[in-house]
């Protein structure tokens, strides 16, 4: 949607740094795997991080289907 998205972050309680982009979060990852791929430059997030996603992913899921009644199966059941 192109909105802009801001981040603020307060250190200490003395200073504060604001960064405020409107690019979208897919057009950054495609980015990142564009340079991973053909330059080489290591991905954004680990295999850590990105196995976090994925179970986040899978809770949002069975939630959902919790909340509407709808059946799940696969790792997210």
């Not at 192109?2 to 981040?7: E, G, R, S, V």
């Not at 307060?10 to 409107?22: A, F, L, M, Y």
């Not at 980015?31 to 340079?35: D, G, L, P, Q, Y």
């Given at each position: 949607m192109?909105?802009?998205?801001?981040?603020t972050?307060?250190?200490?309680?003395?200073?504060?740094?604001?960064?405020?982009?409107?690019t979208?979060a897919?057009e950054?990852?495609l980015?990142?795997?564009?340079?991973y791929?053909?330059?080489g430059?290591?991905?954004l997030t680990?295999a850590?991080?990105?196995l976090?996603?994925?179970?986040?992913?899978?809770?949002?899921?069975?939630?959902?289907?919790v909340?509407?009644?709808l059946?799940l199966g696969?790792e997210?059941?």
């Open positions: 192109n909105a802009p998205t801001t981040l972050v307060v250190s200490g309680g003395e200073s504060r740094t604001h960064w405020r982009d409107v979208e897919f950054i990852q980015a990142a795997f564009h340079a791929v053909n330059d430059k290591p991905p680990d850590a991080g990105g976090e996603d994925i179970v986040t992913a899978q809770r949002i899921a069975a939630r959902y289907a909340l509407n009644d059946p696969g997210s059941a």
